[in-house]
């Protein structure tokens, strides 16, 4: 799944046909790294997330 962040604590996402609000709760490394793309405002950040059996998300990329 990927997610289009706009800001450091939340995104959306588009899953089954529908966009939905994501809550984003990132350690501290990945959120500096968030807030200086957003910063830069060069464009989007998209974080990819590898969904879990519970539907927790582990992150595999930030593009």
Do not use: T, W
Request: with cysteine; aromatic share 4%; charged share 25%.
């Amino acid at each position: 799944m990927e997610v289009l962040v706009l800001g450091e604590g939340y995104g959306l996402c588009f899953l089954d046909g529908k966009v939905h609000e994501v809550k984003l709760n990132l350690d501290e490394p990945l959120a500096g790294r968030v807030r200086q793309r957003l910063a830069r405002g060069g464009g989007s950040v998209c974080i990819a997330l590898d969904l879990d059996a519970s539907g927790k998300g582990r992150v595999v990329a930030v593009r």
